[in-house]
């Protein structure tokens, strides 16, 4: 069973379309701009939409009115969203049997939630677009979760396929430690010569 996580950066327009090559899997409000099977929203939701107006905790990045458009956004798509806890018509995320499973309880952004589910549901390919955990971002400190996933999954015989930008198992100096030679060229240059 093929799963897609897609995140909101470069190159999230490069993944199937809802319906198209298996599940689609979304983080958080991005169904504003394209459909999917499950989106996945581990914030405070309840807390945030019964915050009495005017909102005194804005989001830079997203309002309560963003929030309520994507959850019914959602609804309209009959798309399932999996939250911290069963709140405005969401899923709570099954984490305890997702950690019982996998013996592992490190989630730093939503992108675990998802990519760990599609684990948990037996996803035996993942495609990753739109995620690109740079360590220019606030996500350097949630590419290391990520990586110990990803890790996980191939290390499980799952086929992980990360798109082109993605940062989670680039070394910062891109370069393999001890052998003087660039990540990027290691497994053409150094596995595939003859010894």
């Given at each position: 069973?093929r799963i897609n996580v897609i995140?909101?950066?470069?190159?999230?327009?490069n993944a199937p379309e809802r319906?198209?090559?298996?599940?689609?899997?979304?983080?958080?409000?991005?169904?504003?701009?394209?459909?999917?099977?499950?989106?996945?929203?581990?914030?405070?939701?309840?807390?945030?939409?019964?915050?009495?107006?005017?909102?005194?905790?804005?989001?830079?990045?997203?309002?309560?009115?963003?929030?309520?458009?994507?959850?019914?956004?959602?609804?309209?798509?009959?798309?399932?969203?999996?939250?911290?806890?069963?709140?405005?018509?969401?899923?709570?995320?099954?984490?305890?049997?997702?950690?019982?499973?996998?013996?592992?309880?490190?989630?730093?952004?939503?992108?675990?939630?998802?990519?760990?589910?599609?684990?948990?549901?037996?996803?035996?390919?993942?495609?990753?677009?739109?995620?690109?955990?740079?360590?220019?971002?606030?996500?350097?400190?949630?590419?290391?979760?990520?990586?110990?996933?990803?890790?996980?999954?191939?290390?499980?015989?799952?086929?992980?396929?990360?798109?082109?930008?993605?940062?989670?198992?680039?070394?910062?100096?891109?370069?393999?430690?001890?052998?003087?030679?660039?990540?990027?060229?290691?497994?053409?240059?150094?596995?595939?010569?003859s010894g």
């Amino acid at each position: 069973m093929r799963i897609n996580v897609i995140g909101k950066g470069p190159q999230w327009q490069n993944a199937p379309e809802r319906g198209e090559d298996g599940l689609c899997f979304g983080l958080n409000d991005h169904i504003l701009k394209r459909d999917f099977d499950i989106l996945f929203d581990m914030h405070q939701l309840g807390t945030r939409l019964e915050i009495p107006e005017p909102d005194p905790i804005p989001f830079k990045w997203r309002s309560k009115d963003k929030i309520k458009e994507a959850l019914a956004r959602a609804k309209e798509l009959n798309c399932e969203v999996m939250s911290l806890e069963a709140w405005y018509g969401c899923s709570r995320y099954p984490i305890e049997d997702v950690v019982s499973k996998f013996n592992m309880n490190i989630f730093g952004s939503g992108f675990d939630f998802a990519f760990s589910y599609a684990m948990y549901l037996g996803a035996t390919e993942i495609h990753v677009y739109g995620v690109w955990m740079s360590h220019k971002t606030e996500y350097v400190s949630q590419r290391h979760s990520a990586a110990v996933w990803v890790c996980l999954a191939r290390g499980m015989g799952i086929d992980v396929t990360l798109n082109q930008n993605c940062e989670i198992l680039k070394l910062r100096s891109r370069n393999i430690y001890g052998y003087d030679i660039k990540q990027s060229k290691f497994m053409t240059q150094y596995l595939t010569s003859s010894g």
